[in-house]
């Protein structure tokens, strides 16, 4: 390839990447709407929607073509009177009840499905706003570490002016080096987590997004378990049952059938078997004569797993109740603790001005305010992780509610 041809396909690469990114949190979340989870399934609901849809056809009708009556030792259609040729028909005709009882199951199973879908694009922009809580938290902490890791190496300046000067303080120089080793090995840390963060970003939207943290809101929720989406699914489980109850009664009910028959004559040999064609219609029904044995039984097994159902839902209500709670709980605890590292931060900043007056006035070292400055990144750096925790626990418990 020549040079400025490779330049030229490089730069089109750069452009069309950069276009097919999103630029808000609103087109990502629409993207997720496409995620394979999602698509699997919607695709499930189509098949049960496709599937209804059929449920209500007719089986294939059944064409018989043949022979009748043929003798063996002297095949031939004039040497036998009851010799013919044969067309049949046979259609199977199950009672109406039954095909719309089996379309109800499956529109159902449908509709479940759909909302197992709209669930879990809930909880995949969950998952999005919490990789973005989460890098900003990191991001956030890799600089306060590297701020610190400068005021460590202006403490040992500091040290070594104040042993220059007749004071011994070796010891404060090990401290230092415990220190600032700790804080170098978070660093590492934080590395190694924001490339999974990143990595996560692929697997939800294909791509590291360029944008911020939207603002999350504290949706309502008045310890009402009928409004989440895992009780509402469970519900789902309960018609679908009800619906298989609907299936096992119309059992009951016959179903019905149509032969029709064609029969093709010959006259035989010097007009011996003069006549016409034979025509034969036949009407079936099904009689539950086995009843006790079949339709019961399985009418039995549809109540009962239609209670099952009822009492599956019952617990997920009760569950998903008390997780609300705990999430809730869990949710005002983090804001609470935001607004405690706020104040603490505030003071802390108070002091450091305090120790900065102390420090012109010549009542005090350096190495108190660099150490009260290391101690205030510190609460900034558990500022940044405890607002991560407050919006991933926020988006979780928003996703669960429904709408």
Known sequence: MRPKT??????MILFTSSAALATSFDEYV???????????????????????????????????????????????????????????????????????????????L?????????????????????KLAERKAVKEQVALIKEQLGFYQELEDTFTGQIESGRSVYQRFSEVDVERAEAERRLNDLGARLTSIEAEFVRLVDEVPEIELPEIINK?????????YPV???????????????????AYLPNFGVNAVYKQREDGRSNSFAGDD?????????????????????????????????????????????????????????AKNIKVLQDKDHAMSHKIKAAQRNYEAGTTELDGILLARIDRLNIKAQL???????ASIAAEFNSNIYR
């Open 6 to 11: 490779a330049i030229l396909s490089t730069a």
């Open 30 to 108: 629409q993207r997720l709407g496409e995620h394979p989870q999602v698509m699997s399934i919607l695709s499930q609901s189509e098949a049960s929607k496709a599937s209804a849809q059929g449920a209500l056809g007719l089986p294939d009708p059944i064409i018989m073509l043949g022979v009748e009556n043929m003798p063996v030792s002297d095949m031939a259609f004039d040497r036998f009177l009851p010799t013919s040729k044969v067309i049949g028909f046979n259609q199977k005709i199950p009672n109406p009840y039954m095909l719309r009882a089996k379309y109800d199951k499956l529109e159902q």
């Open 110 to 130: 449908s509709e479940k499905q759909k909302l197992m879908a709209d669930y879990t694009r809930a909880r995949l922009r969950f998952m999005l706003v919490t």
């Open 220 to 228: 309502d929720w008045a310890n009402n378990s009928d409004t989440l």
């Open 232 to 250: 509402l699914i469970a519900e789902q489980d309960v018609n679908i049952a009800k619906k298989g109850v609907g299936v096992a009664k119309a």
């Open 278 to 334: 034979w025509f034969s219609v036949q009407a079936q029904v099904t009689v539950p004569l086995w009843a006790a044995k079949n339709q019961k039984p399985k009418q039995k097994a549809a109540k009962d797993e239609e209670r099952s159902a009822e009492f599956a839902y019952d617990d997920i209500s009760r569950n998903w109740a008390q997780k609300m709670t705990a999430l809730k709980a869990a949710r005002d605890a983090a």
């Open 384 to 390: 940044a992780r405890v607002k991560a925790i407050h």
